[in-house]
């Protein structure tokens, strides 16, 4: 802006550099040597934040690819336990009763990792096919699973003896006849190994199947994938890694998901997501092939089908995700057909891992940067601080000194001998001096304004003239809220329902029911009122619905109770949130039935009453926490109405006060009762905890108190103003010390007048203190004069208002 009013950028840095070279010797100091250090500092966590960054993912990887190694032995080993079966089996003849003890005992060995075994004959009909289902095992026919078994002869006619063949993932239909489902039929995904075998020496060659739920394979996955998973070498956060397996041809077949509890079937959610490709084939509508393009999927594959193992770095996923290292981690799964020859891989295990190590040790290590900067910009600041304090030092405190002058004008007292200084100090403390006559004066001369303005009569309001009409004239007020109040008192009035009503202790709950009351078709009848938190368990019961002669030891007579009472009219119940449980479940009965049963009775008794019960509590949180009962509080809650704090409603405090002094003077015969602009300022700043009955004895305190018809701020005792100290009580004997030998130093004349009067009596008052300096001392001195007491520790100020007193304190020991 000041380029477009002609001014050049050569003159701009012209008048930067005057500024830089006139300004003190600990800037210029700070400006050439603190950047240079944070500059150096960044650059330097800047590198070892790259090399740190670079061993954790080495790190990572190398713990990515141990899992998985960990997880492909593991399937490996499964894999080769059921081979060395199927050749124990095939060594020796074959016995039915032989195939389904193999088959239990394996299930319950390790679970449901075999859905079946079978033995399949070439010539004779005399297959041998078990089933396993959780615990269950049963026989079946060979030709009733789909596809057929006898359909694998073609892939198994060229096995020799030794030799076990891995099948790949196919789909398969049992029938499972259970006594509840005779034609239940069951759809596995299986993998199956075959030997050749026999049932005898005699008989013809055969095979001998194992069947394999893939199932299994994909909870052992998700076991491994768990975040308690013991071959996790250091805790895990919850991110979205997992494990997924695919076969040869590179379809994936099934993954981890979820760790918590694998879904029935296999999914291949998790590996779907991000990638384009085919889903499903022939008997696996969830396998997944994704497309050619995703270049590191299929080099994955390719390094699985040459027997290799690794892990890939990976980019994060477009999903926004901040910070965190992705990794796929990848190892061939081996199957061994015979013991002559090599294992050769049949599929691959990879791993999705996420880390956010790296992340957090890089915000970490922006942290520890960030402090290791600013604590050597600090040092650097205050070693430049120290050096510059030497010559500065007068100059500033004399500053600091002339700038606290607004807290307080007090002389300046600098423990410095200078020349200049001393010059300097003595004219500042003699315009302090002037400035401190003028202000006692100007104070002296507002304090007397506003006391006088204060103490006059405040413009009360009356109740207008039509409250006579009012039909709710009992709540005194106006304005939105209370209006509305005194509306749906009418309309709750013409109906003959429950009422509840929630409010403040004070707020007029109980004048809202009478109100009720009053107005409704019930008025002629009787109105009782029970206070539920002034009595316990029995006696509000024994209160409520009374009892006959001799239904316990002290019941000499009948007692109709409340409800009974109140037949024909109204009841209301006030505090009723602190009924107790028994209690409420009574009110409830009652509600209900509209009947009581006093104590000792076998009668029920029909009541019509309106209740109307009042609580002070949030009957809602009660009910959560167990405190209130629910069906009661939708009994009760037909018409709900709330009624308005006092302090929500400050404007109708004139017009309340005004509606209680005229009561007051009916009551006292104190005509021309008022009250003072101060008293009405007062009340208007009170909170009012306890509403408009807090005003109501408030004021009748004050009318009977106060010494004229004009009630001044003085006689209006609030809470906020308690305290013993404050009601003027003397102090106790700790608090008086034994007058020292000399005065204090640097008291004024007036204050050391008063000092010897102050320690004899102990105490002192702000009028006590113009009597003993004398001289028409006006108020505004007198409190300076014992504030500045206060301010060296030689007063401790106890009080409030016209309490407020000052107690000497004993002197420090040495």
């Known amino acids: 802006m000041r380029w477009l009013k002609g001014e050049t950028p050569d003159s701009s840095f012209e008048r930067l550099r005057n500024a830089i070279l006139t300004s003190s010797l600990k800037t210029r100091l700070l400006l050439g040597l603190i950047p240079p250090v944070i500059l150096l500092m960044v650059v330097t966590g800047y590198f070892t934040y790259l090399i740190s960054r670079q061993f954790i993912n080495q790190a990572l990887e190398r713990s990515a690819i141990l899992e998985t190694l960990l997880l492909r ?24 009763e032989g195939l ?74 049992f029938p499972f006849p259970e006594p509840e489902n005779r034609n239940q039929r069951l759809t596995r995904q299986v ?61 994936v077949l099934f993954d981890s998901e979820p760790p918590e509890k694998p879904p029935a079937e296999l999914t291949t959610h998790q590996v779907r997501a991000g990638f384009s490709g085919t889903l499903g084939r022939k008997g696996q509508p969830f396998a997944f092939r994704p497309d050619s393009t995703v270049a590191t999927y299929w080099t994955m594959v390719e390094d699985v089908l040459r027997g290799k193992h690794g892990v890939i770095g990976l980019p994060p996923p ?25 294992p050769q891989p049949i599929g691959g295990l990879a791993f999705r891992d996420v880390s956010r190590l790296s992340a957090a ?13 600013a604590v050597s910009a600090l040092l650097v600041g205050v070693l430049i601080y120290l050096i510059g304090r030497i010559l500065t030092r007068p100059i500033l405190r004399l500053a600091e000194a002339v700038k606290a002058l607004h807290e307080g004008l007090r002389p300046i007292r600098l423990p410095y001998r200078g020349k200049e200084i001393v ?79 929630v409010g403040e202790t004070g707020s007029g709950k109980q004048l809202a029911a009478e109100a009720i009351h009053l107005l409704s078709a019930r008025a002629a009848a009787s109105f009782v009122s029970i206070n539920c938190g002034a009595l316990d368990e029995n006696l509000l019961l024994d209160t409520l619905f009374g009892h006959v002669r001799g239904a316990f030891t002290e019941a000499k007579t009948d007692r109709k109770g409340a409800f009974l009472e109140a037949d024909g009219g109204t009841l209301f119940l006030d505090e009723v949130q602190v009924a107790s449980p028994r209690v409420q479940q009574a009110l409830l009965r009652a509600l209900a039935e509209r009947k009581i049963k006093p104590l000792g009775s076998d ?49 109708n405090i004139p017009l309340l006060v005004r509606h209680f002094l005229d009561r007051e003077e009916r009551r ?140 000497p304190l004993p002197p420090p020991r040495r």
Not at 201 to 210: A, C, E, I, K, Q
Not at 361 to 369: E, F, N, P, T, V
Not at 434 to 461: F, M, N
Not at 716 to 728: D, I, N, T
Request: charged share 30%.
């Open 361 to 373: 040790a890089g915000y970490r290590h922006i942290d520890l940067m960030l402090t290791i900067t």
């Open 603 to 651: 009668r029920e008794i029909a009541v019509n009453v309106r209740l109307i019960a009042a609580s002070n509590a949030d009957l809602e949180e009660l009910i959560r926490r167990g405190e209130f009962r629910e069906d009661l509080y939708f009994r009760l809650k037909v018409i709900t109405l709330h009624t308005v704090p006092l302090r929500e409603q400050r404007e």
């Open 73 to 96: 032995n593991e399937l490996e080993h499964l894999l080769d336990r059921y081979r060395e079966d199927l050749f124990d089996f095939a060594a020796k003849p074959l016995q039915a």
């Open 423 to 501: 010059t300097l100090q003595e004219a500042i403390n003699r315009l302090v001096a002037d400035l401190q006559r003028h202000l006692e004066e100007l104070q002296r001369k507002d304090r007397a304004l506003r006391d006088a303005g204060l103490k006059k009569e405040a413009p009360l309001e009356h109740l207008p003239t039509g409250a006579a009409t009012d039909p709710v004239a009992a709540i005194v007020g106006r304005g939105e809220r209370v209006e509305r109040l005194k509306a749906e008192i009418v309309k709750a009035s013409q109906v003959d329902y429950d009422v509840l009503i």
């Open 191 to 251: 993998f199956w190994m075959a030997t050749p075998a026999q049932r005898s020496p005699d008989d013809d060659r055969g095979y001998l199947l194992l069947l394999l739920d893939a199932r299994r394979l994909r909870d052992l996955l998700a076991r491994h994938n768990e975040l308690d998973s013991p071959a996790r070498g250091f805790p895990r956060t919850r991110e979205a890694r997992f494990f997924y397996y695919f076969d040869a041809e590179g379809w």
């Open 100 to 173: 389904r003890l193999y088959l239990e005992k394996a299930v319950e060995r390790g679970g449901d990792d075999l859905c079946g075994i079978a033995y399949l004959s070439r010539k004779t009909p005399g297959h041998l096919v078990y089933l396993a289902k959780e615990k269950m095992i049963l026989p079946a026919e060979a030709e009733a699973i789909k596809p057929s078994l006898l359909s694998f002869f073609e892939s198994l006619k060229n096995l020799e003896p030794g030799q076990v063949s891995f099948s790949s993932l196919s789909e398969m239909e």
């Open 668 to 807: 006292t015969g104190r005509a021309g009762l008022g009250l003072s602009r101060g008293a009405l300022a007062k009340l208007l700043r009170h909170d009012w905890p306890g509403n408009v009955r807090e005003l109501q004895n408030c004021l009748m305190r004050a009318a009977v108190m106060a010494e004229g018809p004009l009630i001044q701020a003085e006689d209006l005792q609030l809470p906020s103003e308690g305290g013993e100290e404050e009601a003027g009580e003397p102090a106790p004997e700790a608090h008086r010390s034994a007058p020292p030998a000399s005065a204090p130093e640097g008291l004024n004349p007036r204050q050391l007048r008063a000092w010897p009067a102050i320690l004899a009596e102990g105490r002192i008052t702000r009028s006590r203190y113009q009597e003993l300096v004398g001289g028409g001392l006006p108020v505004r001195t007198a409190i300076y004069d014992l504030q500045d007491l206060v301010a060296r520790g030689l007063l401790r100020k106890a009080g409030k208002g016209p309490a407020t007193h000052y107690l």
């Open 318 to 342: 477009p999903s926004g995700a901040i910070g965190g290292s992705h990794f796929l981690a990848y190892a061939p799964v081996r199957f061994r057909s015979s013991q002559a020859l090599a």
